[in-house]
Nanobody, 121 residues
Framework: QVQLVESGGGLVQAGGSLRLSCAAS????MGWFRQAPGKEREFVAA????????FYSDSVKGRFTISRDNAKNTVYLQMNSLKSEDTAVYCC??????????????????WGQGTQVTVPS
């Protein structure tokens, strides 16, 4: 059974940094998504299982970095230069069977519980 546990959220001032972690029960294609109050779930970043190829939304490209430690089955999201519009609940997601990646949340079959990131305006 696929299990995902996020950690690392919190409150940080604009311009600051946070690193989110997603500890998984195995090595999967992984994605990070976020959802702000009153808004739809939004793709943030993804990393493939085998090659570790990475993909980002335009809104975070150049500020966020997704990476993985295969020995620990953990995926990270390093968030720099945070803005108030980055405030959201961040969730990691896993797809263990298909190859590649997707920005579509319906492609992922397993989700973590989410962690809150707050950047006051």
């Amino acid at each position: 059974q696929v299990q995902l546990v996020e950690s690392g959220g919190g409150l940080v001032q604009a311009g600051g940094s946070l690193r989110l972690s997603c500890a998984a029960s195995g090595r999967y294609n992984m994605g990070w998504f976020r959802q702000a109050p009153g808004k739809e779930r939004e793709f943030v970043a993804a990393i493939t299982r085998s090659a570790g190829n990475t993909f980002y939304s335009d809104s975070v490209k150049g500020r966020f970095t997704i990476s993985r430690d295969n020995a620990k089955n953990t995926v990270y999201l390093q968030m720099n230069s945070l803005k108030s519009e980055d405030t959201a609940v961040y969730c990691c997601a896993a797809e263990p069977k298909s190859s590649g990646w997707s920005a579509d949340p319906s492609w992922y079959n397993y989700w973590g519980q989410g962690t809150q990131v707050t950047v006051p305006s």
